[in-house]
C-alpha cells in the first residue's frame, strides 16, 4: 500500500526557492546581437532584461547581488552622466537585494529526493503548526537558474514558429552538467505545462501556467517579426515564458519531476500535439469546469476546518479584484501610449512653428521645446513599458496563477468526493452482507466479505490521501502567499527604480531648456 | 450640478496673470477683476476700476458685468472707423464649462461601480478642473480690459468708459448696438478677406512681410495650440486612472491578510501621489503652454483683421483711382471724384502709419510673453518632477525597511 511509506521521513522537508522574480539570471549571451532587439526599441530592452550584465559573472550570487545594488543598470535604457544623479539615490537603494536575502548555500543531499517522498513529507513530519512549516521552508533553497531568451523565427509563412533558447546554470547533481542550454517553441512549453498538470495536481500542488495561445499575436509574427506590435508580442511572451519556468523550478515537487528535467535537458524534444486546445480561454473553461463540477455535488462537504472555506473566498476575492486592476493598469498604459502620439506630434508642429518665428531667439527656443517634447515622448514611451511590462504582467501572471490555486482547492474536493464516495460503496457493501447473512448463502458470503475488505482499504486509502491533498494544498498556499509577497516587492521596486530614472532624466531635460528659454530678447 | 465659485484676490492669481505682460503699470487706469461669480454656468465679473483722470467721475469704483457686456464693447471697438489702423484686443471666449459639466454628470451616473474614497477623489479632481476653467476665463476677460487700458487710444473710447463706469444694466445698450451695425462690417470683413489678401498688390515691403509671415504663423499657432490641447487631456487622463489604480489597490490591500498587504497599501499610497503631481502638470502645461498658443493665435488673427482692413482701404483708394481716371474721361463729377480720392488715401495712409506702429509694438509683445511663459513653464517641469522623484526613493525605503 502506497500508505505505509507515507511514515517514512523525507531528508530534508518542504522547500521553497527564492527570488522568483522574473529576472534574477542574466544571460550570459547578450553580447549576441539579435537582429529583432537590435533597434533600441524602448519597449523591450529597457525593462524585461534589467539585469543583463555584460561579462559571465563568476557565480550566481556575486552576479545577482551586483545587480540589485546597482539600480542605475536596472533599466536598460540609461546614460553614463544620470550616475552622478543616482549617487544620492543609489545609497539608499542598494540596501535592498530583493530576492538574495533568501538564498543559502545548498546542501549535497538536496537533489536525492524522489518526487512522492517529497510530497508525502508533511504527513510525515506531522507538523502541527503553520508557523513550523513556514519555519522548515524558510530553511531550503534550491540553486537552478533558468533563462529563455534569443527568440527567433525558424521557417517561413503560415508553418513558421518562433524558437526560444532555454539556459539553464545549476549545481544540482540530478543535472547533466552545470550549464546547459537547448531550443524550446511556445508548444513546448505549453506541453510541460500539460504533464504537470496530470500528474502533480492530483497531488493538491499549484502548478504555474504558462502563457496564452495568442492566434492574432502569432499570425502576425508569422508574417513578419519586425514590426513593433510583433516585437512586443515576442518580448511579452518571451519574459512570460521566462517566469513561468522560473516558477516551476522553484517549485521544489515539480523541480524534481523528469518531465521538467526532460524539458530543460534533452536535446529534441517530441512534438506536443494535444496542445491545441489550450489557449487562454481554454485555460480559464478547464478550471472552472472543474469548479462546476465540484459545485454539482451532491453530498456537500462539511468543512471541519474553516481555513480551506475561507482561504477560497479570499482567493476568489483576490483574483476578481485583481482583475479589475488589470483592465486599470490596461488603461493606464493605453493613456501613456496616446500621450506619448501626442508628444510626438505636438513636439513636431512646435518645430514648424519655430521655423515660421521671425524673431531668432525665440525661433531657437521654440525648436530647443520641440527637442525636449521629442525627448519626453521617448521617456512617456519607456514609461509605458514599464507600466506594461512590469506592473500589468505581474498582475496577469497572478490572476492565472490564482486560477491555478483554484484548481488545487477542487482537486481536494474531488479527494474527499472520491472518499465519501468509497465510504457509501463500502456501506452498501456492509448492507448487501448483511442480507446475505439473513439469506444463508455461504458461498457468495466470502465474496462479500473480500469485497469489504477491499473496499474498506479503499476508504483507509481515499481518508489518507484526502488528509495528504489537503497538507499540501495548505503547505503549497504558504509558499505562494510568501513568494507573492516577494514576487511583488521585487516587481514594485523594480517599477518605482525606473519611474525615477524617468523622472531624473525628465529634470535634466528641462533643465537644458531654462536657459535657452532665458535666452530670447 | 451647480458650481458656486468666488475667484480669491491676491498673489496666486499673479501667476495666472501670464499671457499678456506689461499691463496694468500705468496708474492713471488701473483695471482689475478682483472677483467672479458663478451661477448655473453663468459668470458674472467684478470689473474693478482706479484712476486719476478726470474723465472719470469717482476715483475708484466697481461694477458688475457679464460676458455678452465684453463682446459689445469688442464689436463697437472693431465697428469704429477711427480704430480701423489698430489690433483691436482679441474678444475674450466664452466661458466653456461644458467639458467638466459632462464628466461630472458621466461621474454620477458612474458613481455605484467606485469606492466612496474612489469618488471622492474623482469629484475633487472635477471640481478642481471646473476652478481651472473659471479662473481661466477670468483671467482672459480681465487681460482683454488691461489691453485696452493700456492701448493710448482705445483706452480713451467713449464706449470703454461706459463699459467701466455704468453702474446699470449694459443689455439696453448691447441691442441698440446690434440694431445700429447688426454686425455688418465684421461680416464684412470676414467674408471678403481670402479675395483680399491675395489680389491685392502689395506696395509696402513691411506689409508684404507681415502679410505673409502673420498667415504663415497663424496656421502653424493654431495647429500648435490644437495639439497641446490633446497632449494636456492625456495628461489628464492619467491623473484620473492612477485614482482608480489607487482606489483598487486599497481595496485588495484592506482583503489581505498576507504579508503582501503592506506592499500594496505603500503602492497605493505612492498612485494617490502620482497623481496629484501628474494632476498639476496638466493644469501647469495648460496655463503655460496651451493658454499661451491659444491666446496668441487670437492675437494674430487680430492682426490679420488690421491687414485685412488695410487692404481694403488700399482696394479702395486703387478704386477710387479707376473713378477718378472716368470722371475725367467723361468731364464729370470731377472735384467729387479728386475728393474722394483723397480722402481714399488719407485713410490708406493712416491705417498704412498706425498699422505699422501696431504691428511692430505686436512683435514685441509677443516675444516678452512667450519668453515668460516658457521659463515657467520649465521651472515647473523641474519643480513637479523633483517632487515627483523623491516619491519613489521614499517609497523604496519604505519597502525595504519593512
Known amino acids: 500500500m502506497a500508505a505505509s511509506s507515507d511514515r517514512n521521513p523525507p531528508p530534508f522537508p518542504a522547500t521553497e526557492e527564492p527570488g522568483a522574480g522574473p529576472s534574477d539570471m542574466a544571460d550570459g549571451d547578450s553580447d549576441e546581437g539579435e537582429d529583432i532587439f537590435s533597434n533600441p526599441v524602448a519597449v523591450s530592452r529597457g525593462v524585461s532584461q534589467p539585469d543583463r550584465v555584460n561579462e559571465e559573472p563568476p557565480d550566481l550570487f556575486s552576479e545577482e547581488e551586483e545587480a540589485s545594488s546597482t539600480p542605475a543598470k536596472s533599466n536598460g535604457v540609461h546614460s553614463d552622466e544620470d550616475n552622478d544623479l543616482f549617487a544620492e539615490a543609489h545609497v539608499e537603494l542598494s540596501t535592498d537585494k530583493p530576492g538574495s536575502s533568501d538564498r543559502k548555500e545548498l546542501s549535497s543531499s538536496s537533489g536525492l529526493r524522489p518526487a512522492s517522498s517529497f510530497t508525502q513529507s508533511p504527513a510525515a513530519m506531522q507538523p502541527t503548526s503553520l508557523e513550523q512549516l513556514e519555519e522548515d521552508e524558510a530553511k531550503d533553497s534550491f540553486d537552478v537558474d533558468v533563462a529563455v531568451t534569443n527568440p527567433e523565427k525558424v521557417g517561413d509563412g503560415m508553418n513558421a514558429y518562433v524558437a526560444y533558447k532555454v539556459s539553464t546554470r545549476t549545481s544540482l547533481p540530478m543535472f547533466r552538467s552545470k550549464a546547459f542550454t537547448v531550443r524550446r517553441r511556445y508548444s513546448d512549453f505549453l506541453g510541460l505545462y500539460e504533464k504537470l498538470s496530470v500528474k502533480q495536481s492530483l497531488l493538491g500542488c499549484i502548478i504555474p501556467p504558462p502563457p496564452e495561445k495568442s492566434v492574432v499575436g502569432m499570425t502576425k509574427v508569422k508574417v513578419g517579426m519586425d514590426d513593433p506590435s510583433s516585437v512586443e508580442f515576442v518580448e511579452r511572451r518571451r519574459a512570460a515564458l521566462e517566469r513561468y519556468l522560473q516558477r516551476v523550478v522553484s517549485h521544489p515537487s515539480l523541480l524534481q519531476d523528469p518531465d521538467v528535467r526532460e524539458f530543460l535537458e534533452r536535446e529534441e524534444l517530441p512534438r506536443a500535439v494535444s496542445t491545441q486546445a489550450l489557449s487562454g480561454a481554454g485555460f480559464l473553461k478547464m478550471i472552472n469546469k472543474a469548479s462546476d463540477a465540484v459545485n454539482k455535488m451532491t453530498i456537500k462537504m462539511n468543512e471541519s476546518d474553516t481555513w480551506f472555506e475561507d482561504k477560497f473566498q479570499e482567493v476568489e476575492n483576490e483574483e476578481q479584484q485583481l482583475r479589475k486592476l488589470h483592465a486599470l493598469v490596461d488603461s493606464l498604459v493605453n493613456h501613456r501610449k496616446e500621450l506619448c502620439g501626442n508628444t510626438a506630434v505636438f513636439a513636431k508642429s512646435m518645430a514648424m512653428l519655430g521655423n515660421s518665428e521671425d524673431n531668432t531667439a525665440l525661433s531657437r527656443a521654440l525648436s530647443q521645446l520641440a527637442e525636449v517634447e521629442d525627448k519626453m515622448e521617448q521617456l512617456h514611451q519607456e514609461q509605458a513599458a514599464s507600466d506594461f511590462f512590469i506592473f500589468e504582467e505581474l498582475l496577469a501572471d497572478y490572476i492565472r496563477l490564482l486560477g491555478a490555486m483554484r484548481g488545487c482547492f477542487d482537486q481536494r474536493m474531488r479527494a474527499w468526493q472520491r472518499w465519501q464516495e468509497a465510504q457509501s460503496t463500502l456501506q452498501k457493501k456492509r448492507e448487501a452482507e448483511a442480507k446475505l447473512l439473513w439469506a444463508n448463502k455461504p458461498d457468495k458470503l466470502q465474496q462479500a466479505k473480500d469485497e469489504i475488505t477491499e473496499w474498506e482499504a479503499r476508504v483507509t486509502q481515499y481518508e489518507r490521501d484526502f488528509d495528504r491533498v489537503g497538507m499540501t494544498v495548505r503547505k503549497e498556499v504558504l509558499r505562494f502567499e510568501k513568494e507573492k509577497a516577494k514576487d511583488f516587492k521585487s516587481q514594485i521596486i523594480k517599477y518605482l527604480e525606473a519611474m525615477l530614472q524617468s523622472q531624473q532624466r525628465l529634470i535634466k531635460f528641462w533643465e537644458a531648456f531654462l536657459p535657452e528659454a532665458k535666452a530670447i530678447a | ?402
Not at chain 2, 95 to 122: C, I, N, Q, V, W
Not at chain 2, 221 to 249: C, G, P, Q, W
Not at chain 2, 267 to 275: H, Q
Not at chain 2, 373 to 379: F, Q, R, T
Open chain 2, 1 to 402: 450640478y451647480t458650481f458656486k465659485s468666488v475667484v480669491p484676490h491676491g498673489n496666486s492669481r499673479d501667476t495666472m496673470r501670464s499671457v499678456s505682460v506689461d499691463l496694468n503699470h500705468d496708474a492713471s487706469l488701473l483695471i482689475d477683476i478682483p472677483d467672479a461669480l458663478c451661477e448655473r454656468d453663468k459668470v458674472k465679473f467684478t470689473v474693478h476700476t482706479k484712476t486719476t483722470l478726470s474723465s472719470f467721475q469717482k476715483p475708484e469704483f466697481s461694477v458688475p458685468r457679464q460676458h455678452e457686456d465684453f463682446i459689445w464693447l469688442h464689436d463697437t471697438l472693431v465697428e469704429t472707423e477711427d480704430y480701423a489702423g489698430l489690433i483691436i484686443p482679441p474678444a475674450p471666449p466664452k466661458p466653456d464649462f461644458e467639458s467638466p459639466r459632462e464628466k461630472m454628470h458621466k461621474l454620477g451616473e458612474g458613481e455605484a461601480t467606485m469606492t466612496k474614497d474612489e469618488y471622492t477623489k474623482m469629484k475633487q479632481e472635477l471640481e478642481a478642473e471646473y476652478l481651472a476653467v473659471f479662473k481661466k476665463t477670468v483671467q482672459v476677460h480681465e487681460v482683454f480690459l488691461q489691453r485696452l487700458s493700456s492701448h493710448p487710444t482705445l483706452s480713451k473710447d467713449r464706449n470703454f468708459q461706459i463699459f467701466l463706469e455704468y453702474d446699470q444694466d449694459l443689455s439696453v445698450r448691447r441691442k441698440n448696438a446690434k440694431e445700429m451695425f447688426g454686425g455688418f462690417f465684421k461680416n464684412m470683413v470676414k467674408s471678403a478677406d481670402e479675395v483680399l489678401i491675395s489680389g491685392i498688390k502689395e506696395v509696402d515691403d513691411f506689409f508684404e512681410q507681415e502679410k505673409t509671415f502673420l498667415l504663415d504663423y497663424y496656421s502653424k499657432i493654431k495647429d500648435s495650440t490644437a495639439k497641446a490641447e490633446k497632449m494636456t487631456r492625456a495628461h489628464k487622463n492619467i491623473a484620473d486612472d492612477y485614482i482608480h489604480v489607487s482606489a483598487t489597490l486599497n481595496s485588495l490591500s484592506a482583503d489581505d491578510s498576507t504579508a503582501n498587504k503592506k506592499h500594496l497599501e505603500k503602492l497605493a499610497d505612492l498612485f494617490e501621489k502620482l497623481r496629484k503631481v501628474e494632476g498639476r502638470v496638466a493644469s501647469d502645461q495648460e496655463l503655460k503652454l496651451t493658454e499661451l498658443l491659444r491666446y496668441y493665435m487670437r492675437d494674430i488673427q487680430a492682426a490679420k483683421d488690421l491687414l485685412y482692413r488695410r487692404a481694403r482701404a488700399l482696394a479702395d483708394y486703387e478704386n477710387s483711382n479707376k473713378a477718378l481716371d472716368k470722371a475725367r474721361l467723361k468731364s464729370k463729377d470731377i472735384p467729387q471724384a479728386e475728393e474722394h480720392q483723397q480722402h481714399c488715401l488719407q485713410k490708406f495712409d493712416k491705417l498704412s502709419e498706425s498699422g505699422k506702429k501696431e504691428l511692430t509694438s505686436f512683435k514685441g509683445r509677443r516675444v516678452v510673453a512667450f519668453r515668460k511663459n516658457l521659463i515657467e513653464m520649465a521651472e515647473l517641469e523641474i519643480k513637479h518632477a523633483k517632487v515627483s522623484s523623491t516619491l519613489q526613493p521614499t517609497c523604496v525605503r519604505l519597502f525595504v525597511y519593512s
